[in-house]
Structure formats: C-alpha cells, structure tokens
C-alpha cells in the first residue's frame, strides 16, 4: 500500500480534458517536498512527464500539467490523444518513511 | 542523446543470485545518481533505493536491505544491482534511472530511464 493514493482509471473522449489526482498527507506532498509524474505506456519503461510538481521536460507536449495543493497533487491531461493511454505515476518524498514513494497509479483510457 | 542500457533478462533458480548491469553514456555519469526502481508483473512502480555515483554510497529503502546490493564501475560509467538468495517475489522488472535533483536533500526524481530488466525466478 503506498501512501500516496491515485484513482485506479480515469476514461476521457479524444479531445477532452482529464484529471489525476495523487492524495498524499503532512508527511509528503503537505509537508511541501515536489511531486513528479510518470507515464509507462503499455511494455515500455516509464518516461519522465512532469518534475517538480509543475515544470514540464523538453519534449512532453503543452497538453501535460501539473499542480500541487496541500497535500495533494493533480496531473491534467487537455486535448486527450488516443496515444495518451497508458499508466500514470505521482512520486514524492514522504519524511515519516525516509524514503521516497510512488503512487498507487493511474490507468487512463482514452474511449 | 543520454542513453541507460539495462542487461538482458534472467531467468534464476530460488536461492541464485543475480547481477544486474545498468551502462550510462551521453552525460557525466558521476555528477547524477542513479535510482534503482521494481515493477512486480501486474502491480505499481517501487522505489528501491538510489546509490551516489560520486562517492559509490548507496541508500536502501525499507525492505531492500541485506540481499540487494547497489554498486559501480565508474570506469565503465555502469551501475550494478546485485540480489542474493533469489525468492520468487523477487520476479519482477528492475529499472535503472538516472536521477534529477538532489537525492541527499529528498528531492529526486527519475530524469531518465532504462529499458527494464526481467528477472523471472522459478524452479
């Protein structure tokens, strides 16, 4: 179990905007370390989407945000594109484990 | 371009070991760790631990201690992952990841990423 928690799926039409949230606690995202954000497409390793909770790598398109509130992070996808499915990770570090952590992930669907 | 090259899949015996091969190029390999990372078939991604390229010190999260062993070759711009007394839930794909940020200040991600190594462990 991580302690960091993401919604099992999340589905959207092509062109539409969709939300993954990662709830965290006071030990992690409230305690204000960064969170980042992975996409593993389907038998491939993850790749890099989202650092520092809201800045995004050269080459991850505009389409990608991210954002940070209290103890909880958001990743938006806008403009959904049928290449976007594949699983979502929010990572952070969390004080009370000393380590760092990912999140449960997220399944996204594009219908 | 930066590239991480992982070593091929293995296939262990319970109780083999397994050595892991992670080959860096396109950027000063001791200036960025390097975070080793398991996938179970099936399940989420876990942070296993992280080791200092400069110093060779590694850092091992709970449950990672004892049987798996992070090391380099800096000659070699490599990192190596070491795990001993192989169990069946150790049947997972081992990433390597170079990291972004500070990982001695909490604030590490995984900037680039390595292909995947299976490890399937069976009798």
């Known amino acids: 179990q991580s302690v960091l928690t993401q919604p099992p799926s999340v589905s959207g039409a092509p062109g539409q905007r969709v939300t993954i949230s990662c709830i965290g606690s006071n030990s992690n995202i409230g305690a204000r370390f960064d969170v980042h954000w992975y996409q593993q497409l389907p038998g491939t390793a993850p790749r890099l989407l989202i650092f520092?909770?809201?800045n995004r790598p050269s080459g991850v398109p505009e389409r990608f945000s991210g954002s940070k509130s209290g103890t909880s992070a958001s990743l938006a996808i806008t403009g959904l594109q049928p290449e976007d499915e594949a699983n979502y990770y929010c990572?952070?570090?969390?004080?009370?484990?000393?380590?760092?952590?990912f999140g449960t992930g997220t399944e996204v669907t594009v219908l | 371009q930066v590239q991480l090259v992982q070593s091929g899949s293995e296939l262990k015996k319970p109780g083999a070991s397994v050595k892991v091969s992670c080959k860096a190029s396109g950027y000063s390999f001791t200036n960025d760790a390097v975070n080793w990372v398991r996938q179970a078939p099936g399940q989420g991604l876990e942070w296993m631990g992280w080791?200092?390229?400069?110093?060779?010190?590694?850092t091992y999260a709970r449950g990672f201690a004892g049987r798996f062993v992070f090391s380099l070759d800096k000659s070699v711009n490599t990192a190596y992952l070491q795990i001993s007394s192989l169990e069946a839930d150790d049947t997972a794909v081992y990433f390597c990841a170079r990291a972004g940020g500070s990982c001695s200040a909490a604030d590490c991600f995984c900037r680039n990423w390595g292909q995947g190594t299976p490890v399937t462990v069976s009798s």
């Open positions: 520092g909770s809201t």
């Open positions: 080791i200092n390229t400069y110093t060779g010190t590694p």
């Open positions: 990572q952070s570090y969390d004080n009370s484990l000393g380590a760092f952590v």
